[in-house]
């Protein structure tokens, strides 16, 4: 089994900054990829940033230089580090995980349960 719990999403007013995480938990053996994609009212699920197990970064046009992700792997833990954010970064964020389990030959993919981002007024 495997479980991942995201923290750090609230309400924010433009221009301020919110740090979300996602850890996960269970039987574990590695995780390759991890991602942060937001769904705002409306629009298609998007791709925020990713982060590879060799630390390769990619992110959303929309959010070079003001979003950071980041990894702790001694703790299963992903991190998106928000700054300068815009009310149209409004949306429900959330993490994706590629884990290998223990005694499984091959990844899966995982999803947080998602945390509101709110930036306004």
């Known amino acids: 089994q495997v479980q991942l719990v995201e923290s750090g999403g609230g309400l924010v007013q433009p221009g301020g900054s919110l740090r979300l995480s996602c850890a996960a938990s269970?039987?574990?053996?590695?995780?390759?990829?991890m991602g942060w994609y937001r769904q705002a009212p409306g629009k298609q699920r998007e791709l925020v940033a990713a982060?590879?197990?060799?630390?390769?970064?990619n992110y959303a046009d929309s959010v070079k230089g003001r979003f950071t992700i980041s990894r702790d792997n001694a703790k299963n833990t992903v991190y998106l580090q928000m700054n300068s954010l815009k009310p149209e970064d409004t949306a429900v964020y959330s993490c994706?995980?590629?884990?290998?389990?223990?005694?499984?030959?091959?990844?899966?993919?995982?999803w947080g349960q998602g945390t509101q981002v709110t930036v306004s007024s």
């Open positions: 994706n995980l590629d884990i290998i389990r223990l005694g499984v030959p091959r990844a899966h993919s995982y």
């Open positions: 982060t590879t197990s060799g630390g390769s970064t």
């Open positions: 269970g039987s574990i053996f590695s995780i390759n990829a």
